[in-house]
């Protein structure tokens, strides 16, 4: 029997095309030696994710610590010439203020046991997220109360203990393959593929195209 409901953040929440992600990518093409906008987003999420994979425990760091030296890195290999205060704050407004899917709401409203969101945001953005689109979670579970990310299994496991469910008793819910369902699966959590974008889905992972579709598995 389901207990729980654990939920991604970006991908499943909220679009990770928001304007700020937008006017962010603008100025790095108008402002670096690369024109091309997709290459620039590729170079920055690459460098999050690799950074997200390597760190933990002594080594872990914040979201913001992991923005800010990817700026630097962009002013070293793209002679990027912007202010980076003003480009951190424009991911620190993603985090924040990215529209959320029209599914979501219903989705909360609906179900019909505890929604705990799991993410590698900080609880900070996640949680002024939630208050502006009035939605309430049971608790947000954040890379930084263990000092890891997803698809590390801590985070899943620090999702069981806030909850006080058994793995057995809890689904995950997310939009990565290698994040959330591997991650999910590391702690024994059942997962389910959220594939909103029609994309091949590996054989063996349970997936629905929207969250209401995820009501029916509870």
Not at 33 to 43: E, H, I, S, T, Y
Not at 59 to 69: G, H, K, L, N, S
Not at 108 to 117: D, S, T
């Amino acid at each position: 029997m389901t207990k729980a409901v654990f939920l991604d953040y970006t991908g499943t929440i909220t679009r990770e095309d928001s304007p700020d992600v937008t006017r962010m990518l603008d100025r790095l093409c108008r402002n670096s030696d690369c024109k091309d906008g997709k290459k620039l987003a590729q170079a920055c999420w690459r460098f999050v994710r690799a950074r997200e994979a390597g760190s933990c425990g002594a080594d872990f760091m914040t979201e913001d610590e992991i923005v800010d030296r990817m700026l630097r890195r962009l002013e070293k290999k793209f002679r990027l010439r912007d202010d980076r205060t003003e480009l951190h704050a424009l991911f620190q407004n993603h985090w924040k203020y990215a529209p959320i899917f029209d599914d979501v709401k219903g989705f909360f409203e609906k179900c019909p046991v505890p929604v705990y969101l799991v993410t590698n945001n900080g609880a900070q953005y996640v949680r002024a997220a939630m208050q502006r689109n009035g939605l309430h979670p049971a608790a947000i579970v954040c890379g930084d109360m263990v000092k890891a990310y997803k698809p590390r299994r801590e985070i899943f496991q620090k999702a069981l203990e806030v909850s006080g469910v058994s793995a057995s008793s809890a689904v995950h819910v997310g939009d990565s393959v290698s994040s959330d369902v591997k991650g999910a699966l590391s702690a024994g959590i059942r997962p389910v593929l959220l594939n909103r974008t029609g994309a091949d889905v590996p054989v063996g992972v349970e997936s629905v195209s929207r969250l209401p579709d995820v009501l029916p598995l509870l």
